[in-house]
């Protein structure tokens, strides 16, 4: 990429500032809730999530709606844990702070679609990483899966025509929605979710999942994460948890950069059936469905704050 | 052709959480994959638990730890386990059963396999449903590849061999007449234009396609007649290999690696895997479905 066409991009994401701003409880959250769920102190997480009002209602009713069943709608965050679980909650906090930075509006790309990908993404990452080793990132490698395509917002916001014109592009020929970007504007959401990334000053590691994520080989700083966001991404995308479009093309994960790279990192990737990890994947598909509703309110049960 | 895209994963609803599950069924569930390469996801477990309550009746058998002593112990644990395999695979002899199979064969299959075959002087597909038991899934290809015969298939010839083990199926599958549970998937459209009327409650298949197809009787163990089955470009061998022990299917999928062309691909049904019995083939992911493939030799994966 040129240095002027890496300039433009930087200059039109510092000017993302008058829209939507991410809630400043989001960062410390990602900070904390990066850690194994064994180590995350309940009362840090409470504490935290308490400085921000509209937050802590909306994840409270996240979590008192169908969706998770409750015969009582949990009235505080602690209340929320003890009955869902950190993991849940920290699903929901997290969704919902992304979803307060980027409202459901009508852009050229579907949020809905959008957030179910990187939710899907998410749970995939973690699911692989718990696998891979008992001892790994897993939570690391959720907020990696959550955040890889937070480029593809950007596009919404700042090349909104150029980036209509690549999603119309991909879901009329079928092809990967990067390859599109490619075409139409030179660069892809790789290149802005860089910059927003670094403007919003998320760890290295998870700036090279959003920069590199496409293109492992060039990946510097987290190499096997990168390559697990990858293959994680690919999966999601042949499992119902896509762009909304038929991508036409088949998907050899064993032949793929990205799967040697974590062969080298864990030896007992060689053992794994793949074909049942597939199957497994998509228990949690309905779930992901039902909380990106909820939070983007095309449910009946909430009104969207 | 049709436009219908069926979600890949079906919906169930939300209560049926896997809380509400006897934990047997997860032992049953781990059993049968282990056994027939069948997985049941834990949003379709719901299935399997109405299988083995079907097996539980006819057995009396009170509980479900009950069922899974019968399941588990000799003598009965062999014929058992067959019994509960037909139980949740009986509501998939239907045509147009996997969408999603399908879509991966005419969208992305036959495009990639009509490029790499186009120089070739003999423009020909080869195509074997192997246990095709009474039709559905052969009539379903021909009918798929009739869609294709003025577009990308123009000048192809496609032969589909449809072979099973059981004479009485095979007969059965040569007639082609289905009523409307065989045809719940069937849009009007292919019921118009592939079928005749037989009676109020029974449609058969017009010659158009059924002359694409050439059915007969086959022992998928018989050795030496699986070496003659060459050159195939697709097969398809749906909830068949399920009843396998592990050394026979074993065999089985490497006569299939044999007996495919490079650039081939294998199907299972949808829910069924080759588990880790066969290390040559790829398993590639199509939007929605799984299928092993034969790496072709100007790929440089083999």
Not at chain 2, 2 to 27: F, G, H, M, S, W
């Amino acid at each position: 990429m040129t240095t002027s066409l890496t300039t433009t991009i930087r200059e039109r994401v510092q000017r993302i500032e008058t829209m939507p701003a991410i809630p400043a409880v989001f960062l410390p959250l990602l900070k904390l809730l990066s850690r194994s769920v064994e180590e995350v102190q309940l009362d840090e997480v409470v504490r935290l999530v308490s400085y921000d009002g509209t937050i802590a209602a909306q994840c409270l009713r996240v979590a008192g709606s169908p969706l998770f069943g409750l015969s009582q709608a949990p009235k505080s965050i602690k209340a929320a844990v003890i009955s869902l679980g950190m993991r849940r909650v920290e699903t929901i906090l997290l969704t919902c702070c992304l979803g307060q930075a980027f409202p459901a509006k009508k852009w050229a790309l579907d949020p809905t679609v959008f957030w179910r990908h990187s939710l899907g993404c998410a749970l995939v990452c973690r699911k692989f990483s718990e696998m891979l080793s008992a001892t790994g990132d897993a939570e690391k490698a959720y907020i990696a899966g959550l955040l890889h395509d937070i480029g593809f917002m950007v596009n919404c916001l700042a090349f909104s025509q150029d980036f209509t014109r690549a999603v119309e592009l991909a879901s009329q020929d079928g092809i990967p929605l990067d390859e599109a970007e490619h075409a139409t504007m030179g660069f892809t959401h790789c290149a802005t979710g860089q910059a927003l990334a670094e403007k919003w000053k998320l760890p290295d590691d998870i700036v090279d999942v959003i920069a590199h994520h496409h293109a492992v080989e060039n990946s510097q700083k987290a190499r096997p994460l990168v390559a697990l966001v990858h293959v994680s991404d690919l999966l999601c995308r042949m499992r119902g948890l896509g762009y909304g479009y038929y991508e036409r093309h088949k998907v050899d994960l064993i032949a793929d950069p990205a799967w040697a790279i974590l062969l080298q990192e864990h030896r007992d990737l060689e053992g794994v059936d793949l074909a049942r990890f597939t199957f497994e994947l998509d228990e949690g598909v309905e779930e992901i469905h039902a909380l990106v509703a909820t939070v983007f309110g095309s449910a009946p049960a909430l009104a969207r704050t | 052709m049709t436009t219908i895209i069926q979600p890949a994963i079906a919906r169930p609803a939300l209560n049926k959480t896997p809380e509400t599950v006897d934990p047997v069924y997860r032992q049953i569930r781990d059993l049968v994959y282990k056994i027939s390469g069948i997985y049941k996801a834990e949003e379709k477990l719901y299935l399997l638990a109405d299988g083995c309550a079907r097996r539980m009746k006819q057995l009396n058998a009170r509980t479900p730890r009950e069922y899974w002593d019968r399941l588990t112990a000799a003598p009965s644990r062999d014929a058992e386990l067959r019994e509960l395999l037909n139980e949740i695979t009986i509501g998939e002899t239907c045509l147009f059963r996997s969408q999603p199979q399908l879509d991966a064969l005419r969208k992305v299959i036959l495009p990639e396999l009509v490029a790499e075959k186009a120089r070739q002087i003999t423009k020909r597909l080869r195509i074997w449903s192997a246990g095709c038991s009474t039709g559905e899934e052969s009539y379903t290809l021909a009918m798929n590849m009739l869609e294709e015969s003025d577009r990308l298939l123009k000048g192809w010839t496609v032969e589909i061999l449809a072979t099973d083990l059981n004479d009485r199926s095979v007969e059965t599958a040569k007639a082609g007449i289905y009523g409307d549970y065989a045809l719940r998937n069937t849009s009007d459209l292919y019921k118009r234009k592939y079928f005749s009327t037989v009676d109020e409650k029974k449609l058969q298949v017009r010659p158009e396609a059924k002359k694409l197809i050439t059915f007969s009787r086959l022992n998928l163990q018989d050795d030496s007649k699986m070496l003659f089955m060459k050159g195939m470009d697709l097969i398809f061998c749906c909830n068949v290999l399920i009843y396998f022990d592990g050394a026979s299917k074993s065999k089985v999928i490497n006569h299939f690696f044999s007996n495919l062309s490079f650039g081939g691909y294998f199907f299972l049904g949808t829910s069924e895997s080759l588990m880790k019995l066969n290390e040559q083939f790829h398993l590639v992911h199509f939007p929605g479905t799984i299928a092993y493939w034969k790496p072709s030799l100007s790929s440089g994966k083999l």
